[in-house]
């Protein structure tokens, strides 16, 4: 995460149930991937170590989990809304990817947007 101080970001799904914080430099970099289940949702995520993420207590009871492919993949969303406001990535299996436009306003400064080719995923992370 750099040399830059973190702040603590609070975010979470449409219908509030699901709700987090997160201790996050100001400027991330998120990314969009073409994967199928990424496009379909139009997710765009920046990941932090799961260390630095904190569900808020109650939220796990609204929270369900799908997997495909590999399973390493942890696609969790809300059972009530539907909203995928966090997951654990393939790409960071100790990782948590934030979903950019659930994080509350004001604690983002910037945001760069990078892509990232899930849909040949394998070869695309190697080049990395």
Known sequence: M?????VVH???CHCRRVRWQVEAPASVVAWICN???CSMRGNTH???PAARFKLQP???EFITTYTFGTHTAKHTFCKVCGIT???SPRSNPDGVALTVTCVDPGTLKHVEYR????RNWEDFFQAQ
């Open 115 to 118: 892509k990232f080719d899930g």
């Open 35 to 37: 994967c199928f289940d």
């Open 10 to 12: 609070s975010g979470g």
């Open 2 to 6: 750099g040399t830059e101080a973190v």
């Open 85 to 87: 406001s966090f997951y």
């Open 58 to 60: 109650g939220a796990e």
């Open 46 to 48: 920046f990941v932090v």
